[in-house]
């Protein structure tokens, strides 16, 4: 990941000495595209950062961060059975953001194998939680799939851990990323009821 930076950064140069030469000639057509790709570089460059520093932590919103999910997922082949309710969209929480969208990614695609393909639902929700006191935000997976067997339940948490008889979690990854954000992770399932995996973060 570290020689990403790299090359990056000779892009990033090379997109300026055309960019001044397209200004100095009225080029503004040209101009503007380049600030696009200024603006992909840029974001692309924050997120090398967060993935090389798992501490990088940045505040945000659940409305930005559903945005830039369902950007991420757009061009998966499961994006049609995904379903979004979010509640608290302009609440502030402080995650690395790479880290936390690729967790809840993670959760989304454990419930893509675990749903029929042609009636399955999962409904990524947003929503209150903790006290008046203490508010919190909770981000919410949940399937109508197969569920998970209870005896598979007492073995998500360990690293490497995946089967697709059962669910496929994995899910040693999510609950670093979310321990690091300060926040509790928990699964609910039963088998033929469907699973929900639940993300609680503090509100900043």
């Not at 520093?53 to 991420?72: A, D, K, R, Y």
């Not at 990614?105 to 929503?127: C, M, T």
């Not at 006290?131 to 935000?137: A, D, H, L």
């Not at 360990?158 to 690091?180: C, D, I, P």
């Amino acid at each position: 990941v570290h020689d990403l930076k790299s090359p990056l950064t000779s892009v990033q140069a090379l997109v300026g000495v055309v960019k001044l030469s397209c200004e100095k000639q009225g080029n503004q057509r040209e101009v503007r595209y380049l600030d696009q790709v200024e603006a992909s570089i840029d974001r692309m460059s924050g997120m090398i950062s967060e993935i090389l520093n798992g501490e990088h932590f940045t505040v945000t919103t659940p409305g930005q961060v559903i945005q830039g999910l369902m950007s991420q997922i757009s061009v998966a082949e499961y994006v049609d059975l995904v379903f979004v309710d979010n509640q608290l969209p302009d609440v502030k929480i402080e995650v690395n953001v790479t880290r936390f969208s690729r967790a809840l990614v993670n959760l989304i695609e454990n419930s893509y194998f675990a749903v029929d393909p042609k009636k399955g639902e999962i409904w990524i929700s947003v929503f209150p939680a903790g006290s008046e006191g203490e508010p919190k935000v909770c981000f919410s997976v949940k399937d109508n799939g197969v569920g998970i067997a209870r005896e598979a339940l007492n073995h998500v948490w360990e690293e490497g851990y995946s089967t697709r008889s059962s669910h496929g979690l994995g899910l040693s990854f999510v609950e670093k990323v979310v321990t690091q954000s300060g926040g509790t992770i928990e699964i609910n399932s039963s088998r033929g009821q469907g699973t929900e995996g639940r993300i609680v973060l503090p509100v900043c």
